[in-house]
């Protein structure tokens, strides 16, 4: 029950740990540098270059999240989106709340509320205006969405392919209910013009500087913990599934419990995702859960190289990084690129980056022995 990885799975060298610290500190030191030196210096950072990256560090926890269930225990999800905007939505609903009387009607009532003449909140918003509460809900709503979900389709033995189509009929599903505009979470619009959180203006650059370094420990924090649990008993039995889980359900292991607990914790980092977003990006609607959106964070993963937790972060970076400057130089040509982009790995990089740069390195290996010998 072994597979090929270009780094051993979860298992960091030393050189690997130093380049992560080395990307760590030069990260951190982005929204310092915002702040520290004044526009026009030489080590000035714009504001738009650390909302960007704060914005690819959540994506990258969305892919390693991902990661977590399709490279390790071999779960192919395509509606990761609809986990991600839930956790977005979550803290969405405090920050709208914080809004107060500072929107365009001046009602204690978010503005599409007063537009679609709501009188009072519904009831699930009853308590939203607690930071604390929302935070719960971010962790609350994707892990029992996912647990419930995850229950009943890993319970019928549900898998492959048609575990893949019915995790985006969910995110599809979910996407046409948020876009109507009786569900009281803003339809087509979504929730934006976000004013402060915890009351600190969310535009002011400490702000942003906190909730990029925020989003910088968080994915340094699941790496962590993602790298201890596929190297420990648990990650060996979830490769296990992966492999042949026949053969794991003949040595007595029930995989229910495995698979479900691996999903749920990977929809519950695609909702600290998320909610780690929507106050960098300033916005939240209902195309954050469309099909398209999950498929792009499989292709993420499968860019940097599944099974690696390390190519994922790689992927999301390098796809996005791609992807702003496609839309900007030619934004008609994004979606060919990307389709040609996720063809060429299929066909010629099956271990993604993180494969090809094993290769480099294991042939240069091989040519300093032969060179020796």
């Known amino acids: 029950m072994t597979t090929s990885h270009p780094i051993k799975p979860g298992l960091f060298t030393r050189p690997v740990w130093l380049v992560i610290a080395a990307c760590t500190l030069l990260a951190a030191l982005l929204p310092i540098f915002n702040l520290v030196f004044a526009e026009g210096h030489a080590l000035h950072v714009s504001a738009y270059t650390v909302a960007l990256v704060g914005k690819f560090m959540c994506y990258a926890l969305a892919a390693l999240a991902l990661d977590l269930v399709w490279g390790y225990t071999g779960i192919l999800s395509l509606g990761h989106g609809v986990f991600f905007a839930l956790g977005a939505y979550a803290h969405g609903m405090y920050l709208m709340r914080a809004i107060g009387g ?14 679609l003449d709501w009188k009072t909140y519904p009831w699930y918003w009853a308590f939203t ?24 389709a890993f319970r ?32 087509n ?7 402060t959180i915890l009351g600190y203006s969310v535009t002011a650059p400490a702000t942003k500087a906190v909730l990029f370094l925020l989003t910088l420990a968080m994915l340094l924090t699941a790496l962590v913990g993602a790298r201890a649990i596929v190297t420990s008993k648990l990650g060996r039995v979830l490769q296990g599934v992966r492999d042949s889980e026949a053969r794991l359900m003949f040595l007595g292991y029930n995989p229910l419990w495995f698979k479900l607990f691996v999903w749920t914790l990977s929809a519950v980092l695609c909702g600290i995702a998320g909610a780690l977003y929507v106050p960098q990006v300033g916005i939240i609607n209902p195309s954050e859960m469309s099909p398209a959106n999950s498929i792009e964070m499989v292709v993420w993963v499968a860019v940097g190289g599944r099974g690696t937790l390390l190519g994922p972060i ?9 992807k702003s400057w496609f839309t900007a130089a030619l934004p008609e040509l994004w979606l ?32 300093v022995a032969e060179e020796a010998a």
């Open 102 to 115: 500072e929107g365009q009607y001046h009602s204690s009532l978010p503005d599409f509320m007063v537009f």
């Open 129 to 152: 205006e607690h930071f604390w509460y929302c935070m719960a809900l971010v962790v609350l709503v994707p892990g029992v969405l996912a647990f419930v979900f995850g229950y009943f």
């Open 156 to 187: 019928s033995r549900i898998k492959g392919v048609y575990f893949s189509i019915i995790t985006q009929a969910m995110t599809y599903a979910f996407m046409l209910l948020f876009f109507r505009n009786d569900t009281g979470f803003g339809g």
């Open 189 to 195: 619009n979504g929730f934006t013009d976000f004013k």
């Open 314 to 322: 790689l992927g999301a970076f390098t796809v996005n990084g791609l």
């Open 336 to 367: 060919f690129a990307l389709g040609l982009l996720f063809i060429g790995v299929t066909l010629f990089m099956q271990q993604g980056m993180l494969g090809v740069l094993g290769k480099l390195k294991r042939k240069k290996a091989a040519a």
